[in-house]
Antibody
Framework: QVQLQESGPGLVKPSQTLSLTCTVSGGSFSSGDYYWSWIRQPPGKGLEWIGYISYSGSTYYNPSLKSRVTISVDTSKYQFSLELTSVTAADTAVYYC????????????WGQGTLVIVSS | SYELTQPPSVSVSPGQTARITCSGDALPQQYAYWYQQKSGQAPVLVIYKDSERPSGIPERFSGSTSGTTVTLTISGVQAEDEADYYCQSAASSGPYRVFGGGTKLTVL
């Protein structure tokens, strides 16, 4: 069973870069079975898909965030990461990492989520 | 940008049937997925590919599709089913994933 755990700063200043890491355990990181995804949820609001990276390193991002987002992978550490630049208060959210099944196309496994607050 | 539309809230009494709809222009061409999110927890997949149920999800959860609308049906609702439910799909152009706004299911 794949397990995911997000880590990173819980407080980021406006205009700075938000950086989060997701550590994967219990699955084959490079098997091609999954896309490695980030999803966020502002407090009291709905879910927003941020983007994914495939085992081969291909990425696709939400067009509304594309200019500020980078998702990368470090297979040796069983980790994938999110960087979001030039953050504002609107980027305050719980950030989830998740696996999207390459066949089912559904978000099968989720991390517990980590709250990131953008504030000076 | 592509959008999926859900009702903000649905209320049912225990034992009744709850139906949550999700509308989107690309749904005839793209599969829909449903997630249950209880307060303070990460979402859980309850339906994939319109109507398939993952292992471990109770049989009272089912999904259906008709044209540009997909429906999550919960038969014999239990108090533990009270949660927010989100539909999710993809745009017809490109691998852009999108979530509906969510529906709060209240068990009266």
């Amino acid at each position: 069973q794949v397990q995911l755990q997000e880590s990173g700063p819980g407080l980021v200043k406006p205009s700075q870069t938000l950086s989060l890491t997701c550590t994967v355990s219990g699955g084959s990181f490079s098997s091609g079975d999954y896309y490695w995804s980030w999803i966020r949820q502002p407090p009291g609001k709905g879910l927003e898909w941020i983007g994914y990276i495939s085992y081969s390193g291909s990425t696709y991002y939400n067009p509304s965030l594309k200019s500020r987002v980078t998702i990368s992978v470090d297979t040796s550490k069983y980790q994938f990461s999110l960087e979001l630049t030039s953050v504002t208060a609107a980027d305050t959210a719980v950030y989830y990492c998740a696996t999207e099944g390459a066949v089912t196309k559904s978000f099968q496994h989720w991390g517990q989520g980590t709250l990131v607050i953008v504030s000076s | 940008s592509y959008e999926l539309t859900q009702p903000p809230s649905v209320s049912v009494s225990p034992g009744q049937t709850a139906r949550i709809t999700c509308s989107g222009d690309a749904l005839p061409q793209q599969y829909a997925y449903w997630y249950q999110q209880k307060s303070g927890q990460a979402p859980v997949l309850v339906i994939y590919k319109d109507s398939e149920r993952p292992s471990g999800i109770p049989e009272r959860f089912s999904g259906s599709t008709s044209g540009t609308t997909v429906t999550l049906t919960i038969s014999g609702v239990q108090a533990e089913d009270e949660a927010d439910y989100y539909c999710q799909s993809a745009a017809s152009s490109g691998p852009y994933r999108v979530f509906g706004g969510g529906t709060k299911l209240t068990v009266l």
